[in-house]
T-cell receptor, first 113, second 112 residues
Framework: DQQVKQNSPSLSVQEGRISILNCDYT??????FLWYKKYPAEGPTFLIS?????DKNEDGRFTVFLNKSAKHLSLHIVPSQPGDSAVYFC????????????FGKGTRLHILP | NAGVTQNPKFQVLKTGQSMTLQCAQD?????MYWYRQDPGMGLRLIYY???????DKGEVPNGYNVSRLNKREFSLRLESAAPSQTSVYFC???????????FGPGTRLTVL
């Protein structure tokens, strides 16, 4: 059973517009959430995270929103740029209670010129 | 700092052959991980090591063994490779359990 779900395998967005990537989770013990970005032939790189005590975290063009009651988080990229074309993985962990981070299957984002 | 390094970058094996994938990190991290990435499957945890001297199974451990040689190095061994183990393998490390992980560039393995 998937604990972290990214239901959109791919997403296309016009350059300059907002990209919104969604993620749902089932484990109510998750309290730390992360987004990773992956280019072809490279390892994933950490993008942004959010702790469950917050509902929003912002870093430049990237903002992550967390809705704990809905067990849902989203990554907003504004404005979208060509270099943002990549696969984005949502991930979650139980913080210090567990060693593992559980990854979603990823969403491929295409930024259109 | 090189971060997380992996060797080799590419490997082709025949069914039944064995090999060891090497991983090293220079960030003095406590925890290290091995993942495999398959199309449409995301990143699946094979084994992890929360600290030097300890290893634990992840989601898909069958057919693999690991060794946490020291704090820096964490190797993954395939004793008898099977075509189902064709995948891209990523090693990662984190300062502590549950923290953000830093990934290596990956090893692309093909088993014929």
């Amino acid at each position: 059973d998937q604990q972290v779900k990214q239901n959109s395998p791919s997403l296309s967005v016009q350059e300059g517009r907002i990209s919104i990537l969604n993620c749902d989770y089932t484990n109510s013990m998750f309290d730390y959430f992360l987004w990773y970005k992956k280019y072809p032939a490279e390892g994933p790189t950490f993008l942004i995270s959010i702790s469950s005590i917050k509902d929003k975290n912002e870093d430049g063009r990237f903002t992550v929103f967390l809705n704990k009651s809905a067990k849902h988080l989203s990554l907003h990229i504004v404005p979208s740029q060509p270099g943002d074309s990549a696969v984005y993985f949502c991930a979650a962990s139980e913080g210090n209670r567990d060693d593992k981070i559980i990854f979603g299957k990823g969403t491929r984002l295409h930024i259109l010129p | 700092n090189a971060g997380v390094t992996q060797n080799p970058k590419f490997q082709v094996l025949k069914t039944g052959q064995s090999m060891t994938l090497q991983c090293a990190q220079d960030m003095n991290h406590n925890s290290m991980y091995w993942y495999r990435q398959d199309p449409g499957m995301g990143l699946r945890l094979i084994y992890y090591s929360a600290s030097e001297g300890t290893t634990d199974k992840g989601e898909v451990p069958n057919g693999y063994n690991v060794s946490r040689l020291n704090k820096r190095e964490f190797s993954l061994r395939l004793e008898s490779a099977a075509p189902s183990q064709t995948s891209v393998y990523f090693c990662a490390s984190s300062e502590d359990r549950g923290d953000e992980q830093f990934f290596g560039p990956g090893t692309r393995l093909t088993v014929l």
